[in-house]
């Protein structure tokens, strides 16, 4: 039997599924044809297909879907030609003529997109502060409105040199309010009975009514039990039922926002089913076809052109449409919230493969559960990297046990090699004042400490009232904290296990670890590293050294995904096998731009030549 699935459409293109151990199940069903109208109930799915899809799922591992499908072209991933040049960030091109290298920052910043920040100038701005990437966030605002952000940054990127990276986060699994009826927020005092419901409202919203966007939502949770509104900022006591009225008092008076997370707790602990009962499959508008195959652990799901296969019952939720999305419009890294397993992971990073294969799209995990925690090791293996997400974490374990939890994601990414983010409420004070609280300092000083990939502004940048003052704080305490960790010599003494599997990786980590050594050693100017697809400087950068990494690659995607990683200053530059050539080229190219002079003292080693040089620049 055939490991993976064709599909096969009528205009007779045949699209092979992604090989993977999810598809490897028989398909005990023998050829059977399954009307879309009675799966409708059973998974609570929105079907509007005009054309009646029907799946044929034949014995031989075949299925074969009776309307037109046709594979989306993959977003082309943008490799410039122009063999004469070098580009680099125009920010950090002034950073290093003004201060030198030794200045500038390491950790890398991401600021979350939303009406505040919005504009082409806006943005600009950002950029301008240090945002070295753009985050959208699909639980907020519709396509629309983020395909036009991701278009004024790429125009930002175009006309002004800049090389800010887009990661779109997605919605996962989490129940949340409705967007209350457009206003800002709700105020909800102490005492006050509130409904929370599932039953739909045209205009004529009642009075101190939520509705939650999980239609389980009153069936699960019981009398007793406590609700909490973005993980504690205010907290419910469940008092009655009613039908799909759930009455609530409130207990711990806040403001609520629109489209704010929601979580339950019994006797203490987090309801932990919520996840699992959860549809599988997000009902948001344009998922026109779900089948699930008797007798087997398939769904097949018709997205917009594309037919996909997913296991049913499997307990995460994410948006499909959301991640079509992202790959169409050819964003950096796709944010995944609620990873429970390193499956689901597997499962999307060969959605990927098989939906733009020239397009690389780096798969972030979020950890913000418990069962990510548990699962740590083999989620941050099987992703391109990982996010402390803190928000949706400190309201699933105690928030004292964040900031071990924090270090802990922080120490098992640098091990691995993978990039790693911390983020949520850094700066929160700053959604509303113009200076952030001693504590908040402190907190960002600490990630910076702990050497974070990146810090990762939420509110303070989408919809606070300073987000280039609450930019600009991040960016200034991660240079002070960074200087003042190099004065020290305070060097992280870790153990860096060995990651790749094979003799080649091995020779590229043991150069990598030296070279960094030797340039803390001989207080080296800058390291360069001539990498193709990224993975030299990774190595480079999971070593933490003193000095800057001046990295060159030769795609435009590959330089705008190492924005991301500790330390790496990427630029785009055409070279060849050649070291001394490639050398020679990026001296006179830097020397003719004042970002470097004679005398100034470089390590460089590329993944081409496996071989470390150390000289002055002529
Ligand atoms: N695209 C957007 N449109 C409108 N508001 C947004 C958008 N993105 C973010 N926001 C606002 O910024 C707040 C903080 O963003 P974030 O932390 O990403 O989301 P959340 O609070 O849902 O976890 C959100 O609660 C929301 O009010
Ligand atoms: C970053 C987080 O995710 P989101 O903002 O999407 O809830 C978080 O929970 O901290
Ligand atoms: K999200
Ligand atoms: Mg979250």
Avoid at 238 to 262: F, Q
Avoid at 290 to 303: K, P, Q
Avoid at 568 to 585: A, G, V
């Amino acid at each position: 039997m055939s490991q993976s699935l064709h599909l096969f459409s009528p205009s007779s293109s045949n699209i092979a599924l992604p090989k993977h151990s999810l598809f490897t199940p028989s398909v005990s069903t023998s050829s059977r044809r399954f009307p879309v109208a009675s799966f409708q109930k059973r998974y609570r799915l929105a079907i509007r297909a005009s054309s009646d899809p029907k799946v044929l799922v034949s014995d031989n591992g075949t299925a074969e879907i009776l309307s037109h499908v046709s594979a989306s072209p993959a977003a082309a991933a943008a490799v410039s030609s122009d063999s004469a040049s070098i580009e680099v960030d125009a920010v950090t091109e002034v950073e290093l003529k003004e201060n030198g290298f030794r200045s500038t920052r390491r950790t890398k910043l991401i600021c979350t997109i939303g009406p505040a920040t919005c504009g082409f100038e806006q943005l600009e701005a950002l950029a301008v502060g240090g945002m070295n990437v753009a985050r959208i966030n699909m639980c907020h605002g519709d396509r629309e409105w983020h395909r036009a952000v991701i278009e004024r940054v790429r125009r930002l990127n175009e006309e002004k040199g800049y090389a800010v990276a887009i990661m779109m986060d997605t919605e996962g699994s989490e129940i949340h309010m409705d967007d209350l009826g457009g206003a800002p927020s709700a105020k909800a005092e102490d005492g006050e009975i509130w409904t929370f419901t599932v039953r739909a409202f045209g205009s004529s919203r009642p009075e101190r009514t939520i509705n939650v966007n999980y239609d389980g939502f009153a069936e699960d949770v019981k009398v007793g039990d406590e609700l909490l509104v973005d993980g504690g900022m205010v907290r419910f006591e469940v008092i009655e039922k009613i039908g799909p009225d759930v009455k609530c008092r409130c207990t711990d008076p806040g403001l609520l926002l629109p489209r704010a997370n929601l979580t339950f707790w019994r006797d203490g602990s987090l309801v932990r089913e919520r996840n699992a009962m959860l549809p599988t499959i997000s009902s948001k508008a344009g998922c026109s076809c779900a089948v699930t195959v008797f007798g087997s652990d398939w769904c097949f799901l018709l997205v917009e052109d594309c037919l996909m296969v997913t296991l049913v019952g499997e307990d995460y939720e994410t948006d499909w449409l959301d991640i079509d999305f992202g790959i169409a419009e050819g964003v950096d890294f796709i944010a995944i919230s609620f990873v429970k397993s390193a499956e689901v992971i597997y499962h999307l990073k060969s959605y990927i493969a098989a939906r733009s294969r020239d397009s690389d799209i780096s798969v972030i995990a979020k950890i913000e559960s418990i069962d990510s925690l548990k699962n740590l090791e083999e989620i941050i293996k099987a992703s391109d990297g990982a996010m402390v997400a803190r928000g949706d974490l400190g309201a699933q374990i105690p928030l004292e046990q964040v900031p071990s939890a924090q270090q802990r994601i922080v120490q098992v990414c640098r091990q691995l090699n993978k990039p790693v983010i911390v983020a949520s409420q850094l700066l929160e004070s700053m959604i509303e004042y113009p200076t952030p609280t001693r504590a908040e300092v402190a907190d960002v000083s600490e990630a910076v400490r702990q050497r974070a990939d990146a810090l990762m502004l939420s509110g303070e940048s989408a919809m606070g009232q300073f987000p280039e003052k609450a930019l600009a704080v991040v960016r200034s305490v991660s240079v002070r904290i960074e200087k003042w960790w190099r004065e020290e010599k305070r060097h992280e003494a870790m153990e860096l296990p060995e990651v790749g599997s094979s003799f080649s990786d091995s020779i590229s980590e043991e150069i990598c670890s030296s070279a960094a050594k030797m340039a803390n050693n001989l207080e080296v100017d800058a390291l360069f590293v001539y990498t193709k697809a990224g993975h030299m400087a990774s190595l480079l950068s999971r070593c933490r050294p003193d000095c800057p990494i001046f990295a060159f690659t030769t795609t435009t995607s590959v330089r705008r995904r190492l924005n991301l990683q500790w330390g790496l200053i990427p630029f785009r530059l055409s070279f060849t096998d050649d070291m001394e050539t490639n050398l020679n080229k990026t001296f006179s190219l830097l020397k003719a731009r004042g970002m470097i002079k004679s005398g100034d003292l470089v390590i460089a080693v590329s993944d081409m030549l496996q071989s470390i040089q150390v000289m002055n620049v002529p």
